[in-house]
């Protein structure tokens, strides 16, 4: 694939542990569909495409049930953020010979070690490849002894001193821009419970930011003190929204946090394009959709607020990603 631009595309957009509803519960989905299809007046088949043209695509098949791996390509670059379950299905279009760095290098940036962000890395295939370079990164210093014991027995049946691959460690300076081929990336502190450093991707005057896994408990210029330039200047803003604004005070501590926080940095640091994911294990397609719906009031809310007191405030583009997602900067 030949690219002039920043490239974003999300291949694992859950949380926690890879999940999705039951048979049954996509059974009664399905049949919501098809009822829906009948209300707005269509009765032939050659109809069915017209119809789900007009549904967003979350609608029709949901948010995805795997955790998080975002793709960043450029026009010489590739980076892959977390190696979540979503991971599986990048290597499988890496292998299929459509990808135009099959043969590597690789790039992978781990923002944490939580299971749902390495619990991917044995399936990536290019790891099985002779002489294939497999490049790490993370400002966690103790980074190589993880990555090597997810590659052990019991939890794995191929140990990592049998990788035919080229495995190689970068460590991180905190905030410390480094370039990767034609892109610059910067580490910066998340709010969660064990170190969880996000990232900020630079490329041609694009600016894309990974904010999973936070709580969002430092949101003031003043708290986010050094921490504050990953907010700032972003063009896409990938943020934590696991749980609803109410939940937030029952989860306390937990590492994750609602849209309306991420919302209020992006008015006053004026994001152009906010994400929204790390999608709880247990949120149905509705339960999404009422996250989103509640994220609708509070930005209208924001928005008319603002404008009777004088002071407009900038919009923001937002939604609730999924995997398949793409954006180009």
């Known amino acids: ?135 790490y990164y993370a400002v966690h210093p103790e980074m190589e002894s993880l990555i ?20 190689r460690f970068h460590t991180l300076e905190p905030r410390q821009p480094v370039r990767i081929d034609d892109m610059t990336i910067t580490p910066y502190q998340l709010d969660h419970p064990d170190p969880c450093w996000g990232l900020k991707v630079e490329y041609g005057g694009k600016a894309y930011a990974h904010c999973v896994d936070t709580e969002g408990t430092r949101v003031t210029r003043e708290d986010l003190g050094p921490d504050l330039p990953l907010y700032q200047n972003i063009d896409l803003m990938y943020y934590d929204a696991q749980y609803t604004f109410p939940e937030l005070a029952d989860k306390a501590n937990w590492g994750h946090s609602a849209a309306q926080i991420g919302l209020d940095i992006a008015f006053r640091e004026n994001v152009k394009h906010m994400l929204f994911a790390h999608h709880d294990p247990g949120a149905s397609i509705q339960t999404i959709q009422d996250i989103r719906r509640q994220t609708q009031e509070y930005y209208s809310w924001r928005i008319q607020n603002a404008k009777e007191n004088g002071q407009p405030l900038p919009p923001v583009k937002w939604g609730f990603a999924y995997e398949g997602l793409e954006v180009k900067l």
């Open 148 to 167: 090597r014991g997810i590659f052990r027995k019991p939890y794995f049946p191929v140990p990592f001193e049998s990788l035919p691959s080229k495995i």
């Open 1 to 135: 694939m030949s690219l002039s631009h920043l490239n974003v595309k999300y291949w694992g957009t859950r949380g926690s542990i890879p999940s999705s509803m039951q048979p049954g519960e996509w059974s009664l989905h399905f049949e919501g569909l098809v009822r829906g299809f009948f209300s707005a007046g269509h009765r032939d088949p050659s109809q069915v495409q017209k119809y789900f043209d007009s549904l967003e695509i979350p609608i029709v098949g949901g948010y995805g049930a795997s955790t998080t791996c975002v793709e960043v390509e450029t026009p010489q670059g590739q980076l892959i953020i977390d190696g979540g379950s979503g991971i599986r299905q990048l290597s499988e279009r890496i292998m299929s010979g459509t990808h135009a760095r099959a043969k590597g290098p690789f790039h992978i940036y781990m923002t944490h070690f939580h299971w749902d962000h390495v619990i991917g890395l044995p399936f990536f295939t290019p790891h099985f490849l002779p002489n294939v370079q497999v490049n």
